[in-house]
Each structure stands twice: as structure tokens, then as C-alpha cells.
């Protein structure tokens, strides 16, 4: 069956504008999860869905970078004012619960702030 | 809060050697889980360990999770060019509900 998708899978932005990078997770799947990954370094969480709970924010790095998740499904992390710090591939995954279910992660979507 | 470290942070192997790569938590963890991204890839879940002391394996993989659930170990036998790729450990405070992935090891083969 279909994979977690990501688009785009590659943007390039200049310095200031907003973006917004989307996320499918694989249908019935009720947690989904936003990374962030610099190049050569480990995953950064960024924000925690979880089925119609509020969602664990704890990751966001500034008030710059907000998600959401509508109807339980697709989820869309929005950037606004990008920095040249922001350039990264942003991972989304996605899982059948929480806790002791494995995450599928998407392909990314790298993000070039110039 | 909690912080879950791997170590080393690289391996430079050789091929057909054995090596293996650490995974510490601060706190007690309901379960370990293992996954592994290639190069300009994603990554890709490998394992889950549950139990204390529990041990899986995979075929030249071996994983095990400590007594007191605060830490677990990837053993890699007779290492392959195939086995090139970041290992990331991630861990469940036992009373917590979000994974928290560790830095990752990053794997070298010479061949």
C-alpha cells in the first residue's frame, strides 16, 4: 500500500517569505510526528499528533513554525519568515498508535532558505 | 527532560569486522526501538525490544535491551558494505508517550 508522502520534496525559498510543507500519512494511521534533520546530524522533533488530542508542541524552535492536522489526516507545518537557519530536510512519520508502534517516515522535504 | 544518547557518534569499520554502537537513556523506557537511514534516504524502523534484558536478532544483527530498560546495544557481525547508514536508537519514557530519537551512529565501511 501507499507510503507516508511529503511535497514537495524539494524548496527553495529566499530569506523572509512562508512556506508550507505537507504531509500524507498512510491512511488509519492516528500519529504523526514532524522532524527536522540539518545535514550529517540526528532527528529534531518538532510537534506530536496524536488522534483528537492536543498536540505535543514541546519541539517547535520558535513561535516562527506552527502545524496543524485536519480531519486526522493530512498535516501541514508552515514556516513563516524563513531564516537561512531553517535550511533542512523536514521528516514527517507517521504511526498506527502511540508509544509502542513503529514510525513510517516520508521522504522528506528539503528546505533551502537563500 | 528525557535524553537519550548513542555511542560513538561514528564508526569507521572494516569490512568483515564486528563492531557495536550504544544506546543510554536518562530515564527508565517502556520500550527501545532501532531504525536505519541510508545515505539521502529516510529512515526505516528495524526493531522493537520490550522486554528487560530481551534480545532479537537479524540475521548478522543482534540487539539487546538492558535489565533496567535505560539502555540497549546494536551488535553488527562481519560487517557488509550494505551495513553503511546513520543507526538511530529511540526510546518511550516509561511514562511518557513520545519517542525521542538518540543522535545517531554514523557507519563507515572500508572495504
Known amino acids: 500500500g501507499a507510503g507516508v508522502s511529503q511535497s514537495p520534496s524539494n524548496k527553495v525559498t529566499e530569506k523572509g517569505k512562508d512556506v508550507e510543507l505537507r504531509c500524507d500519512p498512510i491512511?488509519?494511521?492516528?500519529?504523526l510526528y514532524w522532524y527536522r534533520q540539518s545535514l550529517g546530524q540526528g532527528l529534531e522533533f518538532l510537534i506530536y499528533?496524536?488522534?483528537?488530542?492536543?498536540?505535543?508542541k514541546s519541539g517547535l524552535p520558535s513561535d516562527r513554525f506552527s502545524a496543524e492536522r485536519t480531519g486526522g489526516s493530512v498535516s501541514t507545518l508552515t514556516i513563516q519568515r524563513t531564516q537561512q537557519e531553517d535550511s533542512a530536510v523536514y521528516l514527517c512519520?507517521?504511526?498506527?498508535?502511540?508509544?509502542?508502534?513503529?514510525?513510517?517516515f516520508g521522504p522528506g522535504t528539503r528546505l533551502t532558505v537563500t | 527532560g528525557q535524553q537519550v544518547m548513542q555511542i560513538p557518534q561514528y564508526q569507521h569499520v572494516q569490512e568483515g569486522e564486528d563492531f557495536t554502537t550504544y544506546c543510554n537513556s536518562s530515564?527508565?523506557?517502556?520500550?527501545i526501538q532501532w531504525y536505519k537511514q541510508r545515505p539521502g534516504g529516510h529512515p526505516v524502523f528495524l526493531i522493537q525490544?520490550?522486554?528487560?534484558?530481551e534480545v532479537k536478532k537479524q540475521k548478522r544483527l543482534t540487539f539487546q535491551f538492558g535489565e533496567a530498560k535505560k539502555n540497549s546495544s546494536l551488535h553488527i557481525t562481519a560487517t557488509q558494505t550494505t551495513d553503511v547508514g546513520t543507526y538511530f536508537c529511540?526510546?518511550?519514557?516509561?511514562?511518557?508517550?513520545?519517542?525521542?530519537f538518540g543522535g545517531g551512529t554514523r557507519v563507515l565501511v572500508k572495504p
Open positions: 512519520a507517521s504511526s498506527l498508535g502511540w508509544r509502542t508502534y513503529e514510525q513510517y
Open positions: 491512511s488509519g494511521h492516528t500519529a
Open positions: 499528533f496524536q488522534g483528537n488530542s492536543a498536540p505535543d
Open positions: 530515564t527508565t523506557l517502556s520500550n
Open positions: 525490544l520490550v522486554k528487560s534484558g
Open positions: 529511540a526510546g518511550v519514557k516509561a511514562a511518557g508517550n513520545k519517542l525521542t
